[in-house]
Nanobody, 127 residues
Framework: QVQLVEYGGDLMQPGGSLRLACTAS????????ISWFRQAPGKEREGVSC????????YYADSVKGRFTISRDNGENTVYLQMNSLKPEDTPVYYC????????????????????WGKGTLVTVSS
């Protein structure tokens, strides 16, 4: 069983930077691809980014490409989401999720394929 916890949510001004962290307990994250999702009130959960278990593959949604960077530190059992040039539309709750795939170089930010979820951290971007 993997317990995921997200950290780092905060109130930020547009244009600012924030780093979210997803840590795990109960199991090492080495074998898991990790994805970040976000969900605004009344909207579907959106896949933002993912990183494969061997860190060789990453994915970014068009809405965050060039502004967000995902990375992982297996030694610290943590995956990070660096968010730069924040916009008000980056505001909602961010969740991390873990999944095991047959290929270590694969990841997919799709809600249906996740094995474990964190409870989320709130990011608010407002002037």
């Amino acid at each position: 069983q993997v317990q995921l916890v997200e950290y780092g949510g905060d109130l930020m001004q547009p244009g600012g930077s924030l780093r979210l962290a997803c840590t795990a307990s109960g199991s090492a994250l080495d074998d898991y691809a990790i994805s970040w999702f976000r969900q605004a009130p009344g909207k579907e959960r959106e896949g933002v980014s993912c990183i494969s278990s061997d860190a060789s593959s990453t994915y970014y949604a068009d809405s965050v490409k060039g502004r967000f960077t995902i990375s992982r530190d297996n030694g610290e059992n943590t995956v990070y989401l660096q968010m730069n040039s924040l916009k008000p539309e980056d505001t909602p709750v961010y969740y991390c999720a873990a999944a095991i795939y047959a290929s270590a170089n694969y990841c997919a930010a799709t809600t249906s394929g996740m094995d474990y979820w964190g409870k989320g951290t709130l990011v608010t971007v407002s002037s």
